[in-house]
């Protein structure tokens, strides 16, 4: 048995809550290779997902001000 701990994975309704984006800016976005880093499960038809650590990366390297961890 693994102990190695899944990625939590958001939707992209999610992620666009989080950033406070509609989907469709978010989908745009991908189209554009902008944004968060995301996968696509199975097929090109699949359902797209993004791991919670790049949103946090994407987050973070757009960070201004304030004091840094």
Known sequence: MST???PITLTS???????HV?????ARWRAEGRGPRWARTGDRKGRV???SADVDAWLDA???GGETR
């Open 22 to 26: 509609t989907p469709t800016a978010l």
């Open 49 to 51: 997902i993004y791991r």
């Open 62 to 64: 757009r960070a201004q």
């Open 4 to 6: 190695t701990a899944s």
């Open 13 to 19: 309704a999610e992620v666009a809550s989080i950033l």
